[in-house]
């Protein structure tokens, strides 16, 4: 690894690359798969559903975490794409002949869901074996433009795509962008652990694999325990779960607004949900764009203002008049958590030993990410009950909650910078 330019790095840029291009084909199909769901069953229940299904690695990601700390990253990772193309192609065939159903949608869905897997954890542990220490931040902050904000861009043109050509035409363009990242993350070169040659030395052949992976899993367990991280995660959860809600009502939200004028012109709902989807990345783009700007900032303190900005910014999207104030509104709550998202990661890569990311991160993610196919099932059950406009303003929250919260605790609110922090002040 270099330690110039991040950018001069070729399988880190190969690997940004890929990234993007299997975010993009993960927003494809979501998009379409929530679409085509709501279209066959009208019920945002069952979209609920399977959005659960698509959300399920938020929970599962902690089983992959001992398998990305001790495998070989790349064949993972070319193996996870060219599954994922593959059988998004059995929606378009279903649908030629006449056998698309909710049990083909489920099945196509977890599919998907158990190949993409091992990608949260992946790229974390991933990122410091391939560019330097002094380049994290900065390649922490590219890499979230590509997952947390570009491609959900595709969002926008997904909503669009369907409203000309449908949803299942669209699932055609989807499998090229996976065997794209294929071949791009094929030629990352990932720079072995150095424990890993003496840990073969020396591992116990006869030391059952069930328990060595439990006790991979502890290390997680073990490192995050006591920790300042614990209640952070706690708060991401509750963010998550409300978000989860919100996934599982946008597409009913998009159809509700089916009609409305924009400068004259009626939009048609696939746009608006497509929309919704896109601003809450364009959100997230610029966030996290911005994050290495705010390194110097008191990471306590600024949590607690980008929390209530979210919330605040949601609920006045719920509120708004028309469909492009509510669109604006709604990107600018993500705003915050782009930025959040830069530097989280790069305080756990900092402070976090490299050998033990993948535990860590797994275990951490599932702490936080196991809310979201929760929130999935229960927005789409409430969102049928109690209206999709009010289950939209609850799911504000989820981050306005959180404000008040971090003010008060006195540990997290004086939480220093990420230029400044210290493994002690975490609780390390």
Avoid: C, H
């Avoid at 694999?209 to 300042?228: C, F, I, P, Q, S």
């Avoid at 110097?296 to 209530?308: E, K, V």
């Amino acid at each position: 690894m270099s330690d110039g330019s991040v950018w001069r790095n070729r399988s880190f840029v190969a690997f940004l690359a890929g990234q993007f291009a299997t975010n993009a084909g993960d927003s494809l199909y979501t998009v379409a798969l929530l679409w085509l769901t709501l279209q066959l069953t009208g019920s945002s229940a069952v979209v609920g559903a399977v959005n659960a299904i698509l959300l399920l690695p938020w929970l599962l990601q902690a089983l992959a975490g001992p398998f990305v700390d001790r495998l070989s990253l790349r064949p993972l990772l070319v193996g996870s794409q060219l599954t994922q193309g593959a059988v998004v192609l059995a929606l378009p065939l279903a649908y030629a002949t006449g056998r698309l159903t909710v049990g083909v949608i489920l099945g196509v869905a977890t599919t998907l869901m158990v190949a993409s897997l091992v990608m949260a954890p992946m790229e974390s542990a991933l990122l410091p074996r391939i560019v330097a220490d002094s380049q994290l931040s900065r390649a922490n902050s590219a890499l979230a433009t590509v997952t947390l904000g570009l491609d959900m861009v595709f969002d926008a043109v997904g909503g669009a795509f369907i409203a000309v050509f449908g949803a299942t035409t669209l699932f055609l363009v989807d499998a090229g962008t996976f065997a794209l990242a294929a071949v791009l993350f094929a030629t990352v070169t990932v720079a072995p652990l150095p424990e890993e040659a003496d840990e073969d030395d020396t591992a116990d052949a006869d030391t059952p694999r069930l328990r060595e992976y439990l006790a991979d899993l502890r290390v997680g367990v073990d490192t995050l325990r006591g920790t300042a991280f614990v209640e952070l995660t706690a708060l991401t959860a509750f963010a998550n779960f409300t978000t989860g809600v919100t996934l599982a009502i946008l597409p009913a939200f998009g159809a509700s607004l089916d009609g409305a004028i924009l400068l004259g012109v009626p939009l048609d709902g696939a746009v608006i949900y497509g929309a919704m989807l896109g601003a809450l990345g364009i959100g997230r783009l610029v966030g996290s764009v911005l994050g290495p700007r705010f390194e110097t900032a008191p990471y306590g303190r600024f949590s607690i203002a980008g929390n209530a900005v979210s919330g605040v910014a949601w609920l006045a999207s719920v509120l708004a008049p028309g469909p492009a104030l509510t669109v604006g509104l709604f990107g600018l709550a993500w705003v915050p958590v782009g930025i959040s998202g830069v530097l989280s990661s790069t305080l756990r890569q900092q402070l976090f030993p490299t050998e033990v990311l993948g535990r860590v991160s797994a275990v951490k993610g599932t702490a936080s990410g196991a809310t979201l196919p929760l929130g999935s099932l229960v927005g789409g059950v409430v969102g049928t009950l109690l209206g999709i406009e009010v289950t939209l303003a609850l799911a504000a929250l989820g981050f306005g909650l959180a404000a008040p919260y971090l003010a008060v605790r006195k540990p997290l609110r004086g939480l220093p910078s990420v230029s400044e922090a210290e493994p002690a002040d975490f609780g390390l």
